[in-house]
């Protein structure tokens, strides 16, 4: 089973603080139509036994030595026993300083260019730029008396535990001619309007741990707005709508639902984010299409952000010197290097702009109005 890719786990990637120690980021693409079957496994142990080759022989101070190593061969260990590719699973970050017991492990719904990078600190830019592109969904699933809470990632769901109030499910009638049943009845109201207050609460909770950033409610239709009246301003500001579903609801029902849910709003903002890039380059704003529109204004330090089909790649040239980025082999236009051909360009193009501090939005590639922008473009910092 992999891990569920916690907010708290990325938190502690983002807040480590470098000391004397070195820290081990392992990228892998696993993504199945490259990989297929367990060419992924492959490609890892060996990418990972190379290293281990080149870090007995580097002059690294002894105590950092041993820690990579451990690093690298505890990475060995999680693909050979634990690691799995299925369902959306496409890349594998995995962190970690042996020196520090510190080890964070993020299964990813979308692939990363795969690499070993040793430095002082996580290497994360690729991580979260991925990170970045997907919501995170708390669900509430509640009745009158109960409510189930759960988190939904990158294709993946937790549950989060239970709440139950005190609410009866019986009123005793009887008494003095309907007014005690109407006090009754509504007492009966102010329980369950509290139990709603309790649940949103707990959901509040959540909320400023930065659990989530879209809210869905599965709880039947007609007590929906009353529900959604009770909230927190800053939860009523994140619901993203109602779903079929009850804290009743089988778990496989749940998985089914909330992860179409996430996929058809992962797939919204594609269209949105798409239909913005195409209207700008309509009217001559800051934005263009095509690879090398995108390779010349990222030349010129002028991308804000790539919009790009998730599967896109291309071989290229690439100048290691000054970084140039190229279609062709023509000598480096800025220092005169021979270029050297490199698998991907994309990948390669998606490392300066994040080396820019830069943004990347990577798009479902069945989407429509990829074929309209040629795969990738961009929004501009400024006009080149
Ligand atoms: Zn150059």
Not at 204 to 214: Q, S, W
Request: hydrophobic share 35%; net charge negative.
């Amino acid at each position: 089973m992999n891990a569920f890719v916690t907010t708290e786990s990325i938190f502690r990637a983002i807040h480590y603080q470098p000391q004397e120690d070195l820290v081990t980021s392992f990228y892998l693409d696993v993504d199945p139509s490259r990989y297929p079957g367990l060419k992924w496994k492959k490609t890892g142990l060996k990418m990972l036994e190379e290293k281990i080759d080149e870090v007995k022989k580097s002059d690294l101070p002894e105590d950092n030595r041993t820690s990579v190593l451990n690093d690298l061969r505890s990475f060995q260990k999680y693909l050979q026993d634990r690691f799995e590719v299925r369902g959306r699973t496409r890349g594998l970050v995995v962190v970690s300083s042996s020196q520090r017991q510190f080890i964070e492990t993020f299964p990813l719904a979308r692939s990363v260019h795969s690499r070993i990078i040793v430095s002082k600190e996580p290497y994360l830019r690729p991580l979260l730029a991925v990170l970045d592109d997907f919501n995170r969904l708390m669900v509430v699933l509640l009745d009158h008396r109960e409510a189930k809470l759960f988190e939904v990632f990158m294709g993946e769901i937790r549950e989060h535990g239970d709440i139950h109030s005190q609410v009866r499910r019986k009123v005793k009638t009887g008494g003095l001619e309907g007014a005690e049943e109407r006090r009754i009845e509504r007492n009966l109201e102010n329980k369950i309007l509290q139990h709603y207050r309790e649940v949103g609460d707990s959901i509040l909770k959540h909320f400023r741990k930065g659990h989530f950033d879209a809210l869905l409610v599965g709880i039947k239709e007609e007590d929906y707005a009353v529900f959604s009246g009770v909230l927190h301003t800053y939860l009523k500001d994140r619901l993203a709508g109602r779903v079929n579903l009850g804290p009743k609801s089988s778990l496989k029902e749940i998985s089914r639902e909330t992860l179409a849910f996430e996929w058809e709003l992962e797939k919204q903002e594609d269209t949105q984010t798409l239909e913005r890039l195409i209207q700008m380059v309509g009217n001559d704003e800051l934005a263009v299409t095509g690879l090398p529109s995108v390779l010349r204004s990222l030349r010129m330090g002028a991308c804000q952000k790539i919009v790009v089909d998730e599967e896109y790649q291309v071989q290229g040239f690439t100048c290691r010197k000054c970084g140039f980025l190229s279609l062709d082999a023509l000598a480096c236009d800025s220092c005169g290097e021979t270029p050297q051909e490199v698998e991907n360009l994309i990948n390669e193009a998606i490392d300066e702009i994040l080396l820019q501090s830069g943004e990347v939005r990577y798009i479902h590639t069945e989407n429509e109005l990829l074929k309209k922008i040629g795969r990738i473009g961009a929004f501009l910092r400024f006009r080149v």
